[in-house]
């Protein structure tokens, strides 16, 4: 029965993914940097989806994470995480860093260099490039989270500690407030990300609160399922927290005011996560041959779609058309073709087997 309720939560976690495609299609790429600027507005759209993607991703995490060690105990889980996660970081990331040099050198062909003007902040990203995750932090991250998680719940069952899974989960979220305000970065608006082997700790200790946050929400009586279903009834009143708090983020961003700029960055995290969460329970908790597809693509989607981006990025350089227009061929071929590569190279092979394991008969 609770695998029926929780399908809002597996196409929570595709939308995460597929956001992706959106996020990293705004950002701009050597050698054609110069037409693509964070300008006219996509700015804050990295800003809108950075904000609340990754915390979101990481509480639904932790959510299967804990419903794995319930139904199959720690072992199992670290089993499960290894071959799910571990084994195709270890197989992806040389893959995906051939793929990204690859991609990049046959876009670079239809780029018009003479029109490249490089600003210093490019140039300096160019020339302090290292070897790192890339956008395959969050696996990393994952792995990590994996082991720490499994030493707490080996040590909270070798004590037999009792605790209060809803004060716990309030202070989870302040918490998150914590480590963001220690973040290294000076970033208002949007929380940061670590591509590094050895991540800051208020980084790590960031992302792992939204975990620990999914795995003790699993705890509540229902798997937290009265509690959602509570607050839907209700969720019209929470829309206004996001934007509100959103405004609020940009307007201090100008001022500077970084205390109060990672306050209203931790309002709108959990606001927005909160809003949205409740629209998919509302909307799309249901069974669909369609959003099952998707949501099983996602995985394989999100690992390969940066080279595709880059490379179509390449490609329309030189098309005389509004930035904005690209932006959205770009979104539309990448989705395109990573749907193609994944239905006919992945799905039915051992790598879709890898990445989402072994089709349920019936």
């Not at 705004?26 to 996509?42: A, N, Q, R, S, V």
């Not at 996660?85 to 003479?114: A, C, K």
């Not at 500690?161 to 973040?183: E, V």
């Not at 930035?323 to 994944?342: A, D, G, R, V, W």
Request: hydrophobic content about 50%; proline content about 3%.
């Amino acid at each position: 029965m609770i695998f029926q309720r929780l399908n809002y939560l597996d196409s929570l976690r595709a939308f995460a993914m597929y956001l992706g495609i959106v996020l990293h299609s705004t950002i701009p790429f050597l050698p054609w940097y110069g037409d693509y600027e964070e300008k006219d507005g996509y700015g804050i759209l990295v800003l809108l989806i950075h904000g609340f993607r990754m915390p979101l991703f990481m509480i639904i995490s932790g959510f299967f994470a804990e419903m794995i060690i319930n139904k199959r105990g720690v072992i199992n889980f670290i089993d499960n995480r290894l071959r799910r996660i571990g084994l195709p970081y270890l197989v992806f990331v040389p893959i995906i860093t051939i793929l990204f040099i690859s991609t990049f050198w046959i876009g670079s062909i239809f780029v018009d260099w003479d029109s490249i003007n490089l600003t210093r902040e490019a140039k300096e990203s160019k020339d302090n490039e290292e070897f790192n995750h890339g956008h395959l932090w969050f696996m990393y991250f994952l792995l990590i989270f994996t082991f720490i998680y499994s030493i707490i719940i080996y040590f909270l069952n070798a004590i037999n500690i009792k605790i209060k899974t809803i004060y716990c989960l309030i202070a989870m979220i302040f918490m998150s407030l914590f480590f963001l305000i220690f973040q290294p970065e000076e970033v208002i608006s949007r929380p940061a990300t670590d591509l590094n082997f050895f991540p800051h700790w208020s980084i790590l200790g960031y992302y792992f609160t939204f975990f620990l946050f999914g795995a003790l929400f699993f705890k509540l009586e229902n798997n937290g399922h009265s509690f959602i279903e509570k607050l839907s009834k209700k969720q019209k009143l929470f829309y206004v927290v996001p934007f509100a708090s959103f405004i609020i983020c940009l307007i201090i961003s100008e001022s500077n005011i970084l205390l109060i700029g990672e306050l209203f960055n931790f309002i709108y995290t959990w606001s927005s996560i909160l809003v949205i969460v409740l629209i998919f329970y509302k909307f799309i908790n249901k069974s669909s041959s369609k959003i099952r597809y998707l949501s099983n693509a996602s995985y394989y989607i999100y690992i390969v779609h940066i080279p595709f981006i880059i490379l179509f990025q390449g490609i329309l350089s030189r098309l005389e058309v509004h930035n904005f227009i690209k932006f959205i061929i770009i979104i539309f071929l990448t989705t395109i073709f990573s749907i193609i590569t994944y239905h006919y190279l992945v799905r039915n092979t051992f790598v879709g087997i890898l990445l989402n394991g072994k089709k349920l008969k019936g």
